[in-house]
């Protein structure tokens, strides 16, 4: 059974600050990973997808990668600004399944304070 | 493009007692998904549509949720009767595919509390 996990489940850093949220799952069989955004009573903003045959993507000041065969995955927010606090997800589309299921760890809140 | 919309954006009930909640995806989008937060956890999938045909129940608590599409469009999900531990965000979700390879837009929820 696949399972997502992501440390640390808060973190609470200086604006300006480079950080790294991690993420790990249970069974390399997946066909991507992604990293979501949610802002507190809204609902997820896709940032990055990661298909199982890439190593990384980027978009902006964000840069996601992807380890299969250790089961791991870390989001780099480079320079963090206030506004990047919210509740950062992962999730991943495991190969069990062949419909678009997606299976989220519990996430990490971010706070970058001024 | 507009979003995903959902409504109502809240909720409270008495346990025991019904409730549904309202979805209609992005125009064209064929596949759509409702998934349960429960206050800091991550989503969990409860049923997927592919058009008007379910693909994916297999976590749906289905003595008290029931959910449809009709038309391949809109969807309503319902809980009767609802329990205490019910109470969580409901999200919909749509994608172009069934696979969700082009990505998901997710709506802002509808946030149940079970009294």
């Known amino acids: 059974k696949q399972e997502v996990t992501q440390i640390p489940a808060a973190l609470s850093v200086p604006e300006g600050e480079n950080l790294v949220l991690n993420c790990s799952f249970t069974d390399s069989a997946i066909y991507n990973l992604q990293w979501f955004r949610q802002d507190p009573g809204k609902g997820l903003t896709s940032l990055l997808l990661i298909q199982s045959s890439q190593r990384e993507q980027t978009s902006g000041r964000l840069n996601a990668s992807l380890d299969k065969s250790s089961g791991r995955s870390t989001l780099y927010i480079a320079a963090s600004q206030p506004g990047d606090s919210a509740t950062y997800l992962c999730a991943v589309r495991p190969r069990s399944s062949n419909t678009g299921k997606l299976i989220f760890g519990q996430g990490t809140t971010l706070q970058v304070k001024p | 493009e507009a979003g995903v919309a959902q409504s109502p954006r809240y909720k409270i009930i008495e346990k025991r007692q019904s409730v549904a909640f309202w979805c209609n995806p992005i125009?064209?989008?064929?596949?759509l998904y409702w998934y349960q937060q429960i206050l800091g956890q991550g989503p969990k999938l409860l049923i997927q549509f592919q058009n008007n045909g379910v693909v994916d129940d297999s976590q749906l608590p289905k003595d008290r949720f029931s959910a449809e599409r009709l038309k391949g469009v809109d969807s309503t999900l319902k809980i009767q009767p609802a329990k205490l531990e019910d109470s969580a965000v409901y999200l919909c979700a749509s994608s172009p595919l069934r696979d969700g390879n082009y990505g998901y837009t997710f709506g802002s929820g509808t946030r149940l509390t079970v009294v």
């Open positions: 125009s064209g989008h064929a596949t």
